[in-house]
């Protein structure tokens, strides 16, 4: 764990193991075919997984939570179907060894709201029921992120063998500390 030597005390002193900085608080799950699209929007496939964690040392730096994030159990998910990958190799488009936290790069909220505005822009018109719960399950929560991270494009050499499946593979990060939460957030298609 790259913790500062503070985290770790602080970790000690509480009873705390590195894998578990972070408690599983379920998740939800936005399928935009779930939806009526008029004629000026298409579904393109598309759907939004969140995951939702308590953080329960909130002083650790977000080096330490995005480690513990990635390390734990409900982190390696394929998302193609399967859920969570039992075996823990795969996350994403991505073999899960080859995540880190470099491969995680910090952004402002507005930049992860623009990128995911553009990725929406993608099915054309919106409709109302699909704003209103993106809204309420992603663009409040980023908004009241104390800080954001965005899983930065891998070279292909850590694509793993289920790659090829998602058009596009968005995954955003929201700490919120005084809320003493994370949100891991994937926008994708299938």
Request: proline fraction near 3%; glycine fraction near 6%; charge should be negative.
């Amino acid at each position: 764990m790259y913790c500062t030597e503070d985290s770790d005390a602080l970790a000690s002193e509480v009873g705390l193991k590195s894998g578990s900085a972070l408690e599983y608080a379920g998740k939800s799950f936005i399928n935009f075919r779930d939806f009526d699209f008029e004629d000026r929007g298409k579904h393109r496939f598309r759907w939004i997984d969140t995951k939702k964690f308590e953080l329960l040392v909130p002083e650790w730096t977000d080096w330490s939570i995005l480690e513990a994030l990635i390390a734990h159990a409900e982190f390696p998910d394929d998302y193609v179907g399967g859920g969570i990958d039992l075996e823990g190799l795969r996350h994403g488009p991505y073999w899960r060894a080859r995540i880190s936290p470099e491969t995680y790069r910090q952004i402002e909220v507005q930049s992860v709201l623009d990128v995911l505005e553009g990725w929406l822009a993608g099915c054309g018109e919106i409709p109302a029921l699909l704003e209103s719960e993106i809204t309420r399950q992603v663009r409040d929560p980023i908004r009241a992120a104390s800080s954001c991270y965005l899983l930065g494009e891998l070279d292909s050499s850590a694509s793993n063998d289920y790659a090829d499946i998602h058009i596009e593979f968005h995954e955003f990060v929201a700490i919120n500390r005084s809320e003493k939460s994370v949100l891991l957030i994937v926008a994708t298609d299938d």
